[in-house]
């Protein structure tokens, strides 16, 4: 089958356009020059980009086989006795040999879908080769699966054997599992051809090499400690396959787009010979010989230690490390080196002591990216707020929504006597601690924004006859360029809304909100980004506007309508987020995977937060009800949720109507559909077409809207000295 690439359906191999969505099976765009080229081409004809699917095949020899003292052949080749020429010479015969037999063509595979790019070596040393090879039949599937069931299923280590995954990708399959952020090559593939062992990597070789930043004098000291205490977590993670010698091949080491660290493949240890930390002081020293980068006096004398065995532990290494880290930033916090991110400090440095004892923070302003709302520190909890505290990781997907009216999701009055009961103020404590794996409060190092991209678009879906979503993209960006760079100054307002009451009604009240907002917005946002209050009015006026068109049109009960809300203000690095209504939004980083960042306003996760049982919570009738929206009610029963972000790391900030969250849909599909549009190589405005046409496949029942906001950042040298 041919997985379309602009819906992912799939379709029959004799098929030149997706039975879906119309697009090629065949062609695709280039790039560069956007002329139509070939799917297994590897260069564009017209201006010789690189356009093909590439992967780096990793091939393993057999090492271990007994040859009798009369060998006289093997595989069909003539070789002589052991006596006369000796078992190492019969190795490579027997490579030889492998090699022609099973690699002998131009083709990796017998169904010649990977072309081979290179002649292999006559000779392997260590018994292993690699190969980059060009996909010709990139819309087809991978041709090995096993690996996937293997690690949803256990321990990649227990079900190598019973699924034939071969030992060579054994490593990488164990480290993916078990430590995702270490940034290792993703397994495209991986077979057995005989007795030669194949496994296909991403093609990692495009990226720079990390001495090419290393040179760079724009690069901040502590991005390169970083980089030095990301060698040290990786040590940790590869010692425990036995292949730390990935981090002593130097061209093996690459930097992603996000300036963090990566390894292009995994290279064994040799038995009996396990690299020592010695050896990882040596690659370090290596590194500023060659990038000819002045180097600290602290960390020489570190790499002096390393080497005379002073330093022997991991453990002792990060302390000396972290012990630099300080010394570089002495008016700062010191961001701990283990969050994988040169520019964040996480938590456990804000709850220390010293932390404590720093400027405090401004009352007008929330601290960035912090859970507790302003609203929490000041007010009693209003009833409707209940949820804002709420783990992501308890938050529950909507199911697929009737084809009637929202409305009927809204029972406001059947909960009514529940909010009452919840309604007895109480006042959180100021120290609460956020939970575990939510968002956390956070100090950044001094960041500028480098792009801020956005795409929207709306779509009535399969089984309604009219669109009741509505949104709006409002953006002002200002390029900068001066001796000292480029800097780039933004304001961007991003609006979403789900209407609900019946046919020409829930667009009624889903474009008056967002009229009303952005009517507000214009006036009230000039220099800085709003504050906490500024954006609950501006949500009050919306509420307001639709509530008394409701009242002025005798509207009541079923006859009421409504809409959801989220929203994002972005002024350069800061965001403000706000929502009512079960629309979501959503954040995606490499660093931090796919979250939840908004908390649906239903019954179910009302309960949840009182101390119920999720399954018990949603096995209500009414757990899906929505306990607030826009217009149905007086601003006494509309509490919106209003929380802070600092745009410290590349991210992809996603406004989603209930049309695409539903059925777990992006936590089911974000490798295919939500991580590719990170990468400012990939078209926003069409991955959120795609994300379109992949709800209207799996829901559909539904009106389908999405925002995608690319926001990239890099250090501000201005604020932050060398």
């Excluded at 040859?67 to 019969?90: C, E, H, T």
């Excluded at 991003?494 to 006036?523: K, N, P, W």
Aim: proline fraction near 7%; charged fraction near 20%; aromatic fraction near 6%.
């Amino acid at each position: 089958m041919l997985v379309c690439p602009q819906c992912q359906s799939e379709n029959p191999d004799t098929h030149k356009f997706c039975q879906t969505c119309g697009g090629s099976l065949t062609e695709k765009e280039c790039p560069t020059c956007s002329a139509s080229v070939a799917l297994d081409a590897e260069y564009c004809l017209h201006c010789g980009t690189a356009t093909g699917t590439f992967w780096k095949a990793l091939l393993c020899f057999p090492q271990q086989h007994t040859f009798s003292q009369d060998s006289s052949s093997y595989g069909g080749a003539a070789i002589a006795p052991v006596g006369k020429v000796g078992v190492a010479a019969l190795h490579k015969i027997r490579q030889a040999t492998l090699i022609d037999q099973y690699l002998g063509g131009q083709y990796l595979d017998a169904s010649q879908r990977y072309q081979i790019l290179a002649p292999l070596p006559a000779e392997l040393e260590s018994g292993e080769a690699e190969v980059r090879v060009l996909d010709c039949q990139p819309l087809q599937s991978s041709p090995s699966k096993l690996y996937e069931h293997g690690a949803a299923h256990g321990s990649i280590h227990r079900t190598c054997p019973a699924l034939g995954i071969p030992s060579i990708a054994r490593p990488y399959l164990e480290l993916q599992e078990r430590y995702p952020a270490l940034m290792m090559p993703q397994v495209h593939a991986t077979w057995e051809q005989g007795e030669l062992q194949i496994v296909l990597l991403e093609d990692r070789s495009v990226l720079p090499p990390l001495l090419s930043f290393w040179r760079d004098e724009q690069v901040l000291p502590i991005q390169i400690l970083h980089w030095l205490h990301e060698m040290v977590e990786l040590w940790a993670a590869l010692q425990t396959e036995n292949c730390c010698q990935s981090l002593l091949v130097l061209d093996n080491l690459r930097v992603d787009e996000d300036s963090l660290l990566c390894l292009q493949r995994l290279y064994p240890d040799r038995p009996g010979q396990s690299p020592q930390l010695r050896d990882l002081g040596s690659l370090w020293q290596t590194l500023f010989q060659r990038s000819q980068r002045t180097q600290r006096g602290d960390l020489s004398q570190l790499y002096s230690d390393m080497e005379a065995g002073l330093v022997n532990s991991l453990d002792q290494l990060r302390s000396r490390l972290e012990d630099i880290a300080v010394t570089l930033q002495p008016d700062l916090p010191f961001p701990p080196l283990d969050s994988f991110n040169p520019f964040m400090i996480d938590d456990e440095t804000l709850n220390s002591e010293a932390l404590f004892n720093s400027k405090p923070a401004d009352p007008e302003k929330p601290s960035l990216d912090a859970k507790m709302t302003l609203s929490h520190l000041t007010d009693p909890t209003p009833p409707s707020e209940l949820n804002n505290n709420l783990p992501s990781a308890l938050t529950l997907p909507n199911p697929s929504s009737s084809p009637e009216s929202q409305l009927d999701k809204l029972q406001l009055e059947s909960v009514e006597a529940d909010e009452q009961e919840a309604q007895t103020p109480t006042t959180p404590n100021e120290d609460t601690v956020t939970p575990e794996g939510d968002d956390s409060p956070t100090v950044v190092l001094p960041m500028r924004l480098a792009s801020l991209e956005d795409a929207g678009t709306t779509d009535i879906g399969r089984q309604r006859d009219h669109n009741e979503d509505c949104f709006s993209i409002q953006t002002e960006i200002k390029k900068i360029e001066g001796s000292k760079g480029r800097s780039l100054q933004a304001k961007g307002l991003y609006i979403l809304c789900d209407g609900m009451g019946g046919h020409a009604s829930g667009e009624v009240a889903s474009a008056l909100a967002v009229e009303t907002l952005q009517r507000y917005f214009a006036e009230h946002w000039q220099d800085k980004l709003p504050n906490h209050e500024s954006i609950r009015e501006a949500i009050r006026q919306a509420n307001h506007a639709i509530y008394d068109l409701n009242q002025q049109n005798s509207r009541s009960g079923s006859g009421r309508m409504g809409t959801t809300l989220v929203l994002v203000l972005v002024q350069d690095t800061e965001a403000a987020i706000a929502h009512v209504g079960d629309s979501r939004l959503y954040r995606f980083s490499r660093r931090r995977g796919l979250e939840t960042v908004t908390v649906d306003h239903e019954v179910g996760q009302r309960e949840i937060q009182r101390g119920v049982e999720p399954a018990i919570a949603y096995a209500r009738p009414d757990a899906y009800q929505l306990t607030q929206a826009l217009g149905p009610r007086d601003e006494n029963f509309v509490s919106p949720d209003i929380r802070f972000l600092e745009l410290n790391e590349d991210m992809v900030l996603l406004l989603c109507s209930d049309g695409l969250t539903d059925n777990n849909l992006l936590e089911t599909h974000w490798q295919s559909h939500v991580e590719p549009l990170l990468s400012s190589q990939n078209n926003l405005e069409q991955g959120v077409h795609q994300l379109i046409e992949l709800a209207n496949q799996q829901n559909g029942h539904d009106n389908i809207t999405a925002i995608a906001i690319r926001a990239k950042v890099r250090p501000n040298l201005d604020q932050f000295g060398h």
